[in-house]
Structure formats: structure tokens, C-alpha cells
């Protein structure tokens, strides 16, 4: 089976653009889930989507968003970028059952707001 | 989801066994103890879990505690490769999501 791929691998954007990312999940699985990795805040969960809807959000501003298709590829939206923003953006998918799953993660995006 | 306690970090030798600590003194009876690793410059990556009795996989052990306040990875024959954050885990019935901490950065030398 193919693992979870992440579009793109590497991008720059400025303060204030938009950013769209990528995660196409393991064939099957109907959930992906979104993190940020920082250096000072760690691994910290975005959100979770499952059969097309959110199922699941972290503690991140409106800025931050996300949707899944029917194929239950994903997409995260981040809007009016700060440089804070700056991370390593990874997906994960699964099959989604609570508490038990097995999550595969992506390569992730880096991001780096100028 | 209920916290857990890691070592910062670990060191160990190439070919010895490696018990990397965790301490969930909050956990609830429907907890699952999940363990993750991170390799440098990848995702993390799934472990093993458990949610009493200990268990195996081809990648390690799960030790768990009979109170399940604490638990231990182990890593029979610690390998070069095994040079990664150990992140422990613990995911309530509803937990769809991973709450990373900081974990324990394990050190293998040859």
C-alpha cells in the first residue's frame, strides 16, 4: 500500500498570503488528521476529518482550516500568515476508530513565513 | 485526555535492552496507552498500545503497570536506528486525536 503523501514537501510564503496543504491518506482509510510541529510548542493537533466532516478541532485560531473530499483526500487552509505560522505541517490518516486506531503520518510540509 | 510523564531523555548502547519510562498517575479505567516514535527529519511513527495486560510486537513491549499508573516501552536490542523521540500517549474512548508531550529523546550509541 502507498503511505501518506503531503503536498508540497517545502514552501515559502510572506506575512499576510494564504497557504493551501495537501495530504492524500492510505487507500481506505476514511480519517486524516492535521498537526503542527514547532521547536517551542511540540507536536499539536489541528483537527480531524472524518468521512467528510470535521470531527474533531485543537486549539488553533479561525485562520486555520481544513475540509476533506469524497476521496477522503484532505486539504488545511491557512489564511493571513504570520510568521509564527512557521512549521513542520504533518497529516496522518487512519481508519478512525476512537482510542485504538494506528496512525500513519506523512512526510509533512514545511512551511516558512518571510 | 489525562497527561503523561516522560523522562526528557534516555541514553542506551547498541545490542542492550531499553526501558523508557511513563508515568499517567490520571489515567482513567477506558484509556488506551498508545506509544509513538519520531526518527529525526520524519513523522512519527506508530509503536504499540495496550490498555492492561502488557503486549508484544515485533518492535517492542508494553509493559503496564497492574494500577496502570505507569507504564514502559521496551526495546529489546536497542539498534542505531531506534535514535528517536519516545512519545507516550494515552487516548479516551472518544480520542480521535494524538496529544503529543514532550516525550523522551532516546540516544543510541555503538
Known amino acids: 500500500k502507498a503511505g501518506v503523501t503531503q503536498t508540497p514537501r517545502y514552501l515559502i510564503k510572506t506575512r499576510g498570503q494564504q497557504v493551501t496543504l495537501s495530504c492524500s491518506p492510505i487507500?481506505?482509510?476514511?480519517?486524516v488528521s492535521w498537526y503542527q510541529q514547532t521547536p517551542g510548542q511540540g507536536l499539536q493537533f489541528l483537527f480531524e476529518?472524518?468521512?467528510?466532516?470535521?470531527?474533531n478541532k485543537g486549539n488553533f485560531p479561525g485562520r486555520f482550516s481544513g475540509r476533506q473530499f469524497s476521496n477522503s483526500r484532505s486539504e488545511m487552509n491557512v489564511s493571513t500568515l504570520e510568521l509564527g505560522d512557521s512549521a513542520l505541517y504533518l497529516c496522518?490518516?487512519?481508519?478512525?476508530?476512537?482510542?485504538?486506531?494506528?496512525?500513519?503520518f506523512g512526510p509533512g510540509t514545511r512551511l516558512t513565513v518571510l | 485526555d489525562a497527561k503523561t510523564t516522560q523522562p526528557n531523555s534516555m541514553e542506551s548502547n547498541e545490542e542492550e535492552p531499553v526501558h523508557l519510562p511513563c508515568n499517567h498517575s490520571t489515567i482513567s479505567g477506558t484509556d488506551y496507552i498508545h506509544w509513538y516514535r519520531q526518527l529525526p527529519s520524519q513523522g512519527p511513527e506508530y509503536v504499540i498500545h495496550g490498555l492492561t495486560s502488557n503486549v508484544n510486537n515485533r518492535m517492542a513491549s508494553l509493559a503496564i503497570a497492574e494500577d496502570r499508573k505507569s507504564s514502559t516501552l521496551i526495546l529489546h536490542r536497542a539498534t542505531l536506528r531506534d535514535a528517536a523521540v519516545y512519545y507516550c500517549?494515552?487516548?479516551?474512548?472518544?480520542?480521535?486525536?494524538?496529544?503529543f508531550g514532550k516525550g523522551t529523546t532516546l540516544s543510541v550509541s555503538s
Open positions: 476529518y472524518f468521512s467528510e466532516t470535521q470531527r
Open positions: 487507500s481506505g482509510h476514511r480519517s
Open positions: 500517549i494515552l487516548r479516551d474512548q472518544a480520542g480521535t486525536a494524538l496529544i
Open positions: 496522518a490518516s487512519s481508519s478512525g476508530r476512537p482510542s485504538t486506531d494506528t496512525q500513519y
